[in-house]
């Protein structure tokens, strides 16, 4: 069993900050990426931000120089931290993480259960 567990979510007024964490538990070899997306009301889920376990990186274009996704492997642990938040932040934020539960298996995507994001004054 795999869980995936996000914080950090809130309420923030334009121009603000906000860190989000996420950490996988539970029975796992390997994690081999993992990644926020975001799911504003009415729209389709989209990336935000993805880091490889060899630290590759890519960015939404529309958070590039705001957002920076970074990961710390020793605690199977991902951030995101948002600054110059803007109202078309706001949506649910979901982690996910592309990973082996055991040796020889091929690795699957898990799934988070969300954090809210709002920006608004």
């Known amino acids: 069993q795999v869980q995936l567990v996000e914080s950090g979510g809130g309420l923030v007024q334009p121009g603000g900050s906000l860190r989000l964490s996420c950490t996988a538990s539970?029975?796992?070899?390997?994690?081999?990426?993992m990644g926020w997306y975001r799911q504003a009301p009415g729209k389709q889920r989209e990336l935000v931000a993805h880091?490889?376990?060899?630290?590759?990186?890519n960015y939404a274009d529309s958070v590039k120089g705001r957002f920076t996704i970074s990961r710390d492997n020793a605690k199977n642990t991902v951030y995101l931290q948002m600054t110059s938040l803007k109202p078309e932040d706001t949506a649910v934020y979901y982690c996910?993480?592309?990973?082996?539960?055991?040796?020889?298996?091929?690795?699957?995507?898990?799934w988070g259960q969300g954090t809210q994001v709002t920006v608004s004054s």
């Open positions: 996910s993480a592309d990973l082996q539960s055991h040796a020889g298996l091929i690795p699957e995507e898990y």
């Open positions: 539970g029975s796992i070899f390997n994690i081999y990426a």
């Open positions: 880091i490889t376990s060899g630290g590759n990186i």
